[in-house]
């Protein structure tokens, strides 16, 4: 069965500082990647996804990057953060060629900017 | 652009039935997913209409009309642990997903 892990659950980092948001997905192959921010009473913001190692399409503009090291990997990161960065973080797969597939999520972590 | 509307907050009475209406206005239509999530967790699927009609699947219903941009979730039987928020989401031409803000349901027993 496929499972997907994203780490830490947690994080409570001071402005300026950098960031490092790690996602595994196992028991599937060439999945459909994503990192989605959730901000208190907000639908989900898609902020990139990607659908290869190496490739990574961002949907919006901001202090944050994304790589895919490795076929099931996926990596949020940014160089110094803002305080408008704090909210739920949630990675999520998808099958490729499964354009109306659902998405499964990651169990979220919250960052905290302060 | 493209929108999402959903009820901000329900509260209905344990064992009765409720009904969260979405409402949607986007470029193109390839389906459109329920989703509920606990508070603090992750969102877990609920269903997916892409034909008008109604799914059932247990104690959940889920009908869609595409003419008229709408689409509802039904619980029946409403126990506590259904108490969370219920997320719509559409997909649209470029199949990428535009959620809606979530109707948080309070369930009072």
């Known amino acids: 069965s496929q499972t997907i892990h994203q780490w830490p659950a947690t994080l409570v980092q001071p402005v300026g500082s950098p960031l490092s948001l790690e996602c595994t997905v196992e028991?599937?192959?060439?999945?459909?990647l994503y990192w989605y921010r959730q901000a208190a009473g907000r639908g989900l913001q898609l902020l990139f996804y990607?659908?290869?190692?190496?490739?990574i399409s961002s949907e919006v503009p901001q202090n944050l990057s994304a790589s895919r090291p490795q076929d099931r990997q996926f990596i949020l990161s940014s160089k110094k953060l803002l305080l408008s960065d704090s909210g739920f973080y949630l990675c999520?797969?998808?099958?490729?060629?499964?354009?109306?597939?659902?998405?499964?999520f990651g169990e979220g972590s919250r960052l905290t900017v302060l | 652009g493209q929108n999402i509307d959903q009820p901000t907050e329900m509260t209905a009475t344990e064992g009765a039935i409720v009904q969260i209406n979405c409402t949607y206005q986007t470029s193109g239509f390839n389906g459109l997913f329920w989703y509920q999530q606990h508070a603090g967790e992750a969102p877990t699927f609920l269903s997916y209409n892409v034909l008008d009609g109604l799914e059932e699947k247990g104690r959940f219903s889920s009908f869609l009309s595409r003419s008229k941009g709408y689409s509802y979730l039904l619980l029946k039987e409403l126990q506590m642990k259904d108490s969370a928020s219920y997320l719509c989401a559409v997909m649209d031409s470029n199949y990428q997903l535009i959620w809606g803000a979530g109707t948080k349901l309070i369930i009072k027993p």
């Open positions: 028991g599937t192959s060439n999945p459909n």
């Open positions: 990607s659908v290869g190692i190496g490739q």
């Open positions: 999520a797969w998808r099958r490729q060629g499964r354009d109306t597939g659902e998405l499964f």
